[in-house]
DNA sequence: GAGCACTGC
C-alpha cells in the first residue's frame, strides 16, 4: 500500500476530519493570522529572525514541511491562539506536530516559546532539525537546555527543553515571564514533571492573560486535558501512518515468553518477509527469549531453519553499541536470490517510546511491562509486572506500521483487551514517592498542597508521607513551611535524603566525599560489572575497592580510585575494564558530580565545599562521612535481631529484612543504614553502611523518640544509649562549667576582655 | 545468595 492509502486508513479513524479540523468548543473568531513566508513562496526572500539571505535549502525543506498533515491546521490553530489562552491539540505521529507548531508561533509573532519534551534526545534532536528547517544557527534562535548541556543564549526565541528542566525555570522565575507561549509536548506520557508543571502553569495562566499554553498529545485521551483546562479548544491532526492489522490469541496464553517465542518462530517460518519487534519486560526474560527464539528457528523444517534471521535484544543497560545493532539493515538472503533474511528484536518499553526502530512489519505484545508501584504504607518504590493499557497496546502496535502496513499479535483476548486493560497507564505522581515533587512544590510557593489542581491527585497518605519526611529532614517546619535548609535542599537535583546529607556534610568538613557518594548514587546503572562468564574475576577486582565499613564508603574508594587513573594519565576506560567498572556509569557520576558541586558552592558561599576533606585522616574522614549520610538515612536504618540466623528489622517499621548479596559489609553490625528497600521474593536492604547506635540518638532524636518507638530489641537497645548520652552530656557540661570557672578566675587577673564568652544559665 | 521497566533535574 502507498503513502495515500494510509493517509486514508488514518482519516477514517479520524472523527473530526470528515467535516472540519475545528473540534469541540471551537467558537468562531476574527482573528486573521499575519501571512509569512510559509504562505508566500519567497517572502522577500530574507530570513526574518538573523536578517540573511535565505537559503536554498530552505525552500527545498519548506516544501517538504508544507505537505505536513499539521501544516493544514496552522491557520485553525493561530486563530484558536488568538481566541483562548490554553488550546489542546492532538496530533498522532508523523502529524509533524513537535517540529512545526513551535515554529507556527515563532512565525506569527511569539518571540519567547518554550517546547517540553520527557526526554533529553527528543529535545536535542528536535532543536537540531528545527534549526535546520529555520535555516538559522543552533544555539542561536533556535536553541535547546537539557541537564549538563544548555545551548541557548538571550537571542534564542524557541527552545527546546525538558518538561524537568522548564520545571527547574519555573523555581527561579514562578510566572515563567521568559516566555510568551509555551508548549507541553507528549503530555500523554503524564511524567511526574509534565504533571507538576500542568498544575502550576494552570495558576500562572491566570496570574499572566498574556501567557499561552498548548497542550500537545497523542492520544484521543485529550478530553481529560480538555475538560482539566476548562473551556480550551481541542483540534485533532491526522497521523501519517500506516493501518496495522490486529491479531488475538482465541484463549488466554498460559505463559506469555513462551506464547511470544512460538509467535516469533511462526512469522519467521510463514509469513512474508519484515522486520518482527516483540515487547517483553526485563532483561532478563530477554536474553531467555533470544536464545529459545535462536534455537528454535533452527529446529524447524527445511527450509525454514536456513533462513537468516538476526535475534537481538534492545533495553536501556545494554551498551550503546550493540543497542546500535537493532537499527542495522536485517541480514542478506543466504543465497543470492532467496528468501531475505530479517532481524527479531526483542525489546523492553523502550522500544514503545524512547526509540523507533523503522522497518518493523511484526509487532508481538506480551500485553505486559514493568512498571513502578508506591506502597505508601511500607514507604517502598518497587517493580512489578503488571498488564500494560489499552494507549500502551495501541502505542506498540503502531509500531508497526511505520514504513508500511503491517500486523500486531497481541498475546491476549480480544475480549481481555476490552475489559481487562485499563484505559491508560496510571500517571506516574500516582505511583511514586512524592518527597521530592512537595519539597519543588513547596519551593515554587504552592502553600496548601492537599488542595493543588492536580490532574490527578495523589493519594493523601501519598502526600503524607512525602510530608512527614520532609518535617523529620528539616526541610519543613511544623507548620509545614519551607525552611532554609529546605530551599537549599530543592536546589539539588537529588532524593532530599541525600540532599540532607550532602549539605550536612558541608558542616562537617566532608563534602568533598558526599558530593562523590551522591553522585555514585544517582547513576542508576549498576557500577560493577559482573558478566555471568566471569564472576570470579569480577568478585575479586570488587573486592579490591571494598571498605569493611560499608558500601557507601566503598563507592566512595572507586570513584576516588577512578579520577586517580585520568590524573595520572592512564587510559580510564581500560583501567574500568580490567577492573569490571563500568565506565559509563562512572562518566556519568563524574559529570553529576561537578554538577553538585557547582550548586552546594553556590549555597553555601565562604564553605570550601567540596575541597574540605583532603586533610582528614582516614579513620576521622569515614567517620564524618558516615554521620553525615545518618543526616539523611537517619529513617533508613536496620537493626540486627540476636538469634542463630542474622536478620535485621527495620526501625519503627519492623520489616524483615536481608543484606542484599551483592551488599560488601564484612560483618553483621547492630545498625546499619541502607540506601534501598528492595522488594523481590524476600526482603532486602542494598547499599549498607554500618553506622553506631550512639549517632542515632545524638543526630536524630526527634526521629528515635522512644515515646512513640515500637517495643523491641532496637528499642532497648536505644534506651541504654539514651542513658550512655545522659551521662555523657552530664559529664560533658560539668567539664564545660569546669572550665568556665577556670576561665573566669584567670580573667579576673587579667582584667576584663571586650568580648567576654557569654554566659548561658 | 539476587538482579535494574523507563525517564528527568
Request: hydrophobic share 40%; net charge positive.
Amino acid at each position: 500500500m502507498d503513502d495515500a492509502a494510509g493517509d486514508a486508513a488514518a482519516a477514517r479513524d479520524n472523527p473530526y476530519l470528515a467535516d472540519s479540523l475545528f473540534a469541540r468548543n471551537a467558537r468562531p473568531t476574527t482573528h486573521t493570522p499575519t501571512t509569512s513566508v510559509l504562505d508566500n513562496d519567497k517572502g522577500n526572500g530574507h530570513n526574518a529572525l538573523t536578517g540573511k539571505p535565505l537559503s536554498d535549502g530552505y525552500f527545498a525543506i519548506l516544501e517538504t514541511r508544507r505537505k505536513l498533515p499539521v501544516h493544514e491546521a496552522r491557520a485553525e490553530l493561530l486563530s484558536h491562539l488568538a481566541a483562548h489562552q490554553v488550546l489542546v491539540l492532538v496530533g498522532e505521529t508523523g502529524s509533524g506536530k513537535t517540529t512545526q507548531v513551535p515554529q507556527f508561533l515563532v512565525d506569527a509573532g511569539y518571540n519567547a516559546v518554550a517546547c517540553t519534551q520527557p526526554r533529553r534526545v527528543a529535545a536535542l534532536s528536535v532543536a537540531k532539525r528545527v534549526a535546520v528547517e529555520m535555516d538559522v544557527p543552533l544555539g542561536g534562535p533556535v536553541g535547546y537546555s537539557i541537564r549538563f548541556d544548555d545551548r541557548s543564549t538571550p537571542e534564542t526565541v524557541l527552545k527546546y527543553l525538558t518538561d524537568g528542566m522548564l520545571l527547574r525555570e519555573a523555581m527561579s522565575d514562578p510566572d515563567l515571564r521568559h516566555y510568551a507561549a509555551i508548549i507541553l509536548d507528549e503530555a500523554h506520557e503524564r511524567t511526574l514533571s509534565t504533571d507538576v508543571l500542568m498544575g502550576l502553569l494552570k495558576d500562572v495562566l491566570r496570574r499572566r492573560p498574556d501567557l499561552k499554553l498548548i497542550v500537545m498529545s497523542a492520544t484521543l485521551d485529550a478530553g481529560k486535558f480538555q475538560d482539566y483546562f476548562a473551556g480550551a479548544p481541542l483540534m485533532q491532526v491526522p497521523g501519517r501512518v500506516f493501518p496495522v492489522g490486529i491479531k488475538y490469541t482465541p484463549r488466554p496464553v498460559d505463559n506469555y515468553v513462551d506464547a511470544a517465542v512460538e509467535q516469533v518462530v511462526r512469522i519467521v517460518a510463514a509469513e512474508p518477509p519484515g522486520d518482527v519487534l516483540v515487547f517483553l519486560t526485563g532483561e532478563e526474560e530477554i536474553e531467555e527469549a533470544c536464545k529459545r527464539i535462536r534455537d528454535d528457528v533452527r529446529a524447524l523444517p527445511p527450509p525454514a531453519c536456513t533462513y537468516a534471521v538476526d535475534v537481538l535484544p534492545l533495553y536501556s543497560s545494554l551498551p550503546p553499541a550493540k543497542q546500535q545493532r537493532v537499527f542495522e539493515r536485517a541480514p542478506p538472503p543466504r543465497t543470492p536470490g532467496g528468501v531475505p533474511g530479517r532481524k527479531v528484536i526483542c525489546s523492553t518499553n523502550v522500544a514503545e517510546t524512547s526509540l523507533t526502530i523503522d522497518g518493523v512489519v511484526y509487532v508481538v505484545d506480551t500485553g505486559f511491562s514493568k512498571q513502578k508501584v508506591y506502597n505508601p504504607r511500607a514507604r517502598v518504590e518497587s517493580l512489578l509486572v503488571s498488564p500494560i493499557s489499552r494507549a500502551s497496546a495501541k502505542q506498540r502496535a503502531g509500531r508497526a506500521g511505520r514504513t508500511r502496513p503491517g500486523t500486531c499479535y497481541r498475546l491476549y483476548t480480544e475480549s481481555a483487551f476490552a475489559s481487562e486493560l485499563k484505559e491508560a497507564t496510571y500517571p506516574e505522581i500516582l505511583r511514586s514517592n512524592l518527597g521530592n515533587v512537595v519539597l519543588q512544590l513547596k519551593k515554587l510557593g504552592v502553600v496548601d498542597l492537599v488542595h493543588f489542581d492536580f490532574m490527578d491527585p495523589p493519594a493523601p497518605e501519598t502526600l503524607m508521607r512525602a510530608l512527614e519526611l520532609l518535617n523529620y529532614l528539616g526541610a519543613l517546619s511544623d507548620d509545614g513551611e519551607l525552611t532554609k535548609l529546605g530551599e537549599h535542599m530543592a536546589e539539588l537535583p537529588l532524593p532530599p535524603e541525600l540532599s540532607a546529607a550532602l549539605l550536612a556534610s558541608v558542616d562537617l568538613g566532608v563534602s568533598g566525599a558526599l558530593l562523590t557518594i551522591s553522585a555514585m548514587l544517582s547513576a542508576t546503572a549498576n557500577i560493577f560489572l559482573r558478566p555471568k562468564a566471569d564472576r570470579v574475576r569480577a568478585d575479586s577486582a570488587r573486592r579490591a575497592f571494598e571498605h569493611p565499613d560499608g558500601d557507601h564508603l566503598t563507592l566512595l574508594r572507586t570513584f576516588t580510585a577512578y579520577t586517580s587513573v585520568g590524573v595520572d594519565g592512564g587510559d580510564v576506560n581500560k583501567w574500568c575494564w580490567e577492573n569490571y567498572l563500568n565506565s559509563r556509569a562512572l562518566q556519568s557520576a563524574s559529570s553529576v558530580r561537578s554538577q553538585l558541586a557547582r550548586l552546594v558552592a553556590r549555597l553555601r558561599p565562604g564553605t570550601r565545599a567540596g575541597a574540605d576533606d583532603a586533610a582528614l585522616p582516614a579513620v576521622e574522614l569515614d567517620d564524618r562521612v558516615r554521620r553525615a549520610l545518618l543526616s539523611g538515612f537517619f529513617m533508613q536504618v536496620a537493626h540486627r535481631e540476636g538469634g542463630k540466623a542474622v536478620g535485621y528489622l527495620t526501625v519503627k517499621d519492623h520489616q524483615k529484612v536481608a543484606l542484599h548479596p551483592g551488599c560488601g559489609l564484612s560483618r553483621s553490625p547492630d545498625w546499619v543504614m541502607y540506601n534501598e528497600f528492595v522488594l523481590t521474593k524476600r526482603n532486602f536492604i542494598r547499599t549498607v553502611t554500618e553506622v553506631r547506635g550512639a549517632w542515632l540518638v545524638e543526630i536524630a532524636p526527634h526521629y528515635y523518640d522512644l515515646s512513640n518507638f515500637p517495643e523491641g530489641t532496637a528499642k532497648e537497645d536505644l534506651k541504654v544509649l539514651y542513658k550512655r548520652k545522659e551521662r555523657k552530656d552530664a559529664r560533658d557540661a560539668a567539664e564545660q562549667r569546669e572550665r568556665r570557672e577556670k576561665r573566669a578566675h584567670k580573667d579576673k587577673g587579667k582584667g576584663k576582655k571586650k568580648h567576654g564568652s557569654s554566659s548561658r544559665s
